[in-house]
């Protein structure tokens, strides 16, 4: 094969991928479950199946391909910015059939305009990176729908094998000296706007957790108190605690045998290694504030995350440039929860900092906010209309987010209340110049 071959096949796994885990996502409910809204924080399953056809039609099937559109009626209902999650059940949707039809058709004529395809001459076409978009908005899609399966109620309908435990202890800080490096990406080419462009940063001295905050150690935060004490939160930290009610990260519960949690159905006692997870941006912040430090800056996390001293070079990933493999990371839905902290070796960043990728998204401090140098590709709706608003920076992706949506420099970002997703944290602080040389 030559390399368009190449970058087509690639291309053609990447769609069949994400097109797989919608199918089984959608598939293993009954039509009822589909068009009902098991949260007004989310959509009915239905709306992001058709959503995610109806993308694909736009950007790939009319704008690249220059076909005549499949159904330019429904436009306006799978318009994201049109109508708000909790009012989608009340639209004239597409039924589970429907949907099901239109996606295929969908897919259908994508695969003849990858075939034709040159891959390379307009900007949306070059390197594939209109069809990888639409992989990873499918992708993005299917972690909403993991999370919506998260939220709905009676039996399990979703099975995977338990994630790897660990029999290595992962504990303690590394401390990182000041250092200048390049942050975001200018050579990526399936990186989306809001990752780019690459430019110098300088990041003072820091220390960062080697591991994300496990539940073992988030269970002493609430055994001391950390729920009931206002000093350890922002003031509008602490507001939202009292207004929701929040004694305990979201889906655990505690009865005389102790705490347990729900995954996708099923309760079972919490695993004491696992990365605390479904916490918000508040509780995150106070349990670090309870444990003397901080949550890092987005600089700090992505520093930590690629760059290697070393070589002095950003790398894609922790462990280099190779993509996201089954020993490295948890991605991709293969389990339905995080591994044990220590769990990937092989994924440890040249510092000795684990699972920054995968596992759990990882709140930082930082507001979202572009980039110097920004420029809006190909539309301002993916980045750029949430810029200033009230958005918090995650990294690292889940163990539902698959390898085609995450990157070192891949930037998350949600309202710092928000717990449904997949979401924990580690810490970090400042240190002195006498601690980084104490370390050497």
């Not at 999650?85 to 994508?110: F, H, I, N, Q």
């Not at 309870?290 to 987005?298: D, F, I, M, S």
């Not at 044990?340 to 994924?347: L, S, T």
Request: proline share 6%; glycine share 8%.
């Amino acid at each position: 094969m030559n390399d368009t071959e190449l970058l087509r096949s690639k291309l053609e796994q990447v769609l069949v991928r994400s097109r797989a885990r919608t199918d089984a996502l959608s598939g293993s409910v009954d039509d009822q479950d589909l068009i009902a809204q098991h949260s007004p924080l989310m959509s009915p399953l239905v709306w992001d199946l058709a959503h995610i056809g109806n993308q694909e039609e736009l950007w790939l099937v009319r704008d690249l391909g220059g076909r005549e559109p499949v159904r330019a009626d429904i436009d306006q209902l799978y318009d994201a910015f049109q109508h708000a999650r909790s009012a989608r059940p009340e639209l004239p949707l597409l039924s589970p059939l429907e949907a099901r039809r239109y996606v295929g058709t969908v897919r259908d004529k994508v695969w003849d305009i990858l075939d034709s395809s040159p891959l390379r001459g307009r900007r949306l076409e070059e390197d594939g990176f209109a069809f990888a978009m639409i992989a990873q908005h499918e992708q993005q899609h299917d972690e909403t729908m993991l999370a919506t399966h998260q939220l709905r109620t009676g039996p399990a309908v979703l099975d995977a094998p338990a994630p790897p435990r660990s029999a290595r202890e992962v504990g303690g800080e590394i401390l990182f000296a000041a250092a200048d490096f390049t942050m975001g990406t200018s050579t990526d080419p399936w990186a989306l706007d809001n990752e780019r462009p690459a430019h110098r940063v300088h990041v003072q001295a820091f220390a960062l957790d080697a591991a994300p905050v496990t539940n073992e150690q988030y269970l002493a935060f609430i055994y001391d108190g950390g729920y009931c004490r206002s000093e350890l939160w922002s003031e509008r930290g602490w507001a939202h605690r009292v207004e929701a009610g929040l004694v305990a990260p979201q889906f655990w519960e505690r009865d005389h045998d102790g705490w347990s949690r729900r995954r996708f159905g099923v309760r079972a006692p919490l695993r004491p290694a696992q990365p605390v997870m479904h916490v918000c941006y508040f509780e995150a912040e106070a349990y670090a504030r309870w444990a003397g430090k901080r949550l890092p800056t987005e600089t700090e996390w992505e520093c930590a995350a690629r760059y290697d001293a070393t070589s002095d070079r950003s790398r894609r990933f922790p462990w280099g440039d190779d993509d996201p493999a089954d020993h490295l990371a948890n991605l991709g839905q293969q389990y339905l929860e995080p591994a044990d902290v220590g769990a990937y070796p092989d994924g440890v960043s040249p510092a000795g900092v684990h699972q920054l990728i995968g596992d759990v998204w990882e709140w930082t401090s930082s507001d979202f906010t572009p980039y110097a140098g920004f420029q809006v590709f190909p539309y301002a709706e993916y980045s750029q209309v949430f810029f200033g608003g009230d958005y918090k920076v995650l990294r690292g992706g889940s163990f539902g987010t698959d390898a085609v949506a995450c990157r070192g420099t891949f930037r998350n970002w949600d309202h710092p209340i928000r717990r449904q997703i997949f979401s924990g944290f580690r810490c970090a602080r400042d240190v002195s110049p006498d601690e980084i040389g104490a370390g050497n």
